[in-house]
Every structure is written in C-alpha cells, then in structure tokens.
C-alpha cells in the first residue's frame, strides 16, 4: 500500500488550495480514505473521511462549510478541496487508509497560512 500526497504550499488567509492524495497497492474503490492534519505542537486530527462506497463524508466541526473531500476511483485518487482558508489551518496533511487490519499513512503535505 502505497499513498502519496501533493498539493500543498503556501497559501495567504481566505485563499483555496486543492490537495490529491495518489493510492496504489490495494484495491483503491473498497476502502474508506480519510485526510488528517498535524499542527505544530498538536496531536494529528481527523479532517475529513469519505466511504467507499456510497459517499458518505465526515468533516470536523472546525472546517464544516469550507473544505469538502472527493474521490475519483477511476485515478485512484482522493481529494482536499480546501477554501477559505484560515491560518489556524496550517498544518501537515496526511491521507489515510484502514486496510486488512491497521493504517497507512502518507509522508504529508506541508500547507502553511500566512501573509
């Protein structure tokens, strides 16, 4: 299992920035993917989750309305779309993926705010 992220980079307070996260190594439709972030000084946190089959998305209260989370299973990838942004936002951003029982992570992406 294989996840690779790009997109980040600096970006000024209330810009948007796109984040893909490229899968390979499993059967990338199956399975639930799901974006964290790490704060300097903080614990990793759970940003967004989409399932793989229906759809569903989950987001944290703290980006409800301004980030929203797809994916393309035909490119076996997922994505970030993150708007608004807010330099409490500033974070590395991690894909994940729970498969045959523990987690993979990517090495992440480094998405700074500031002006």
């Known amino acids: 299992v294989q996840l690779v992220e790009s997109g980040g980079g600096l970006v000024q307070p209330g810009g948007s920035l796109r984040l893909s996260c490229a899968a390979s190594?499993?059967?990338?439709?199956?399975?639930?993917m799901s974006w964290y972030r790490q704060a300097p000084g903080k614990e990793r946190e759970l940003v967004a989750a989409?399932?793989?089959?229906?759809?569903?998305?989950n987001y944290a209260d703290s980006v409800k309305g301004r980030f929203t989370i797809s994916r393309d299973n035909t490119k076996n990838t997922v994505y970030l779309q993150m708007n608004s942004l807010k330099p409490d936002d500033t974070a590395v951003y991690y894909c994940?993926?729970?498969?045959?029982?523990?987690?993979?992570w990517g090495r992440g992406t480094q998405v700074p705010v500031s002006s």
């Open positions: 994940k993926t729970y498969y045959f029982g523990r987690n993979y």
């Open positions: 190594g499993f059967t990338f439709s199956s399975y639930a």
């Open positions: 989409i399932v793989s089959t229906c759809g569903t998305r």
